[in-house]
């Protein structure tokens, strides 16, 4: 079964700082990695996504994730925090040897402080 | 905008009744996913249409059930509701076949209270 874990319930930054969000997978095979944002009553909005190539992979809002599989990670990072980066992050993996479902993990709440 | 639309986006019922939640995909997008978002639970996969045939299936409770019509709208159907059952439902649509890299599209969501 897949699975991913996102072990921290929120992460606090300061406007400007760099900010890490952490994931770690479970999955046989290689996987497919996502990340995904949730505004406050919206839906999920998708930030981007590890296939295959390189393991810096550049999304959306310049958000960056890199790819780890020594260490089944997958971490969202981005250089420079804004306020308006304060939202719920979700990390998933899709499973290619069988459905095509996405598994999400528990969520983590990023809040910038200006 | 995604291009998924939900309907409706609030429903407020009392336990033991019946919903219907409605999607409609993206334009092209064959396949419809269900998930269902609670403060306890996370985001769970409930259950995947493709093309009108359920291709896979998650959590999803005897009580509740799905279709995709052949215009591929999606309804997910919830009868005998608990207050457990208070949650919101998204719907999320994907290209399958050559290209399908596996995202996918998120619609806003169908926030079910049950009193």
């Known amino acids: 079964a897949q699975s991913v874990a996102q072990p921290e319930d929120q992460v606090n930054v300061a406007e400007g700082n760099p900010l890490t969000v952490k994931c770690t997978y479970s999955v046989s095979g290689n996987p497919y990695l996502f990340w995904y944002v949730q505004y406050p009553n919206r839906g999920l909005q998708f930030l981007l996504k590890?296939?295959?190539?390189?393991?810096l992979v550049k999304g959306s809002y310049g958000f960056e994730a890199e790819f780890n599989k020594s260490q089944t990670s997958f971490h969202l990072k981005k250089p420079s925090a804004l306020v308006s980066d304060s939202a719920l992050y979700f990390c998933?993996?899709?499973?290619?040897?069988?459905?095509?479902?996405?598994?999400f993990g528990s969520g983590t709440r990023l809040q910038v402080q200006p | 905008d995604s291009g998924v639309t939900q309907t409706p986006k609030h429903l407020i019922t009392a336990t033991g009744q019946r919903v219907t939640l409605r999607c409609s995909p993206r334009s092209g997008d064959l396949s419809v996913y269900w998930y269902q978002q609670s403060l306890d639970q996370g985001l769970q996969f409930l259950i995947q249409?493709?093309?009108?045939?359920?291709?896979a299936k998650g959590n999803i409770l005897e009580r509740f059930s799905a279709q995709q019509f052949p215009d591929l709208h999606s309804e997910l159907n919830l009868s005998s509701l608990e207050l457990g059952d208070s949650a919101l439902y998204f719907c999320?649509?994907?290209?399958?076949?050559?290209?399908?890299?596996?995202?996918?599209?998120f619609g806003e969501g169908s926030r079910l209270t049950v009193l």
């Open positions: 998933a993996v899709r499973d290619m040897a069988g459905r095509r479902a996405l598994t």
């Open positions: 590890y296939i295959t190539g390189d393991n």
């Open positions: 999320a649509s994907s290209v399958v076949g050559q290209g399908n890299t596996g995202e996918l599209f």
């Open positions: 249409y493709y093309n009108g045939e359920e291709r």
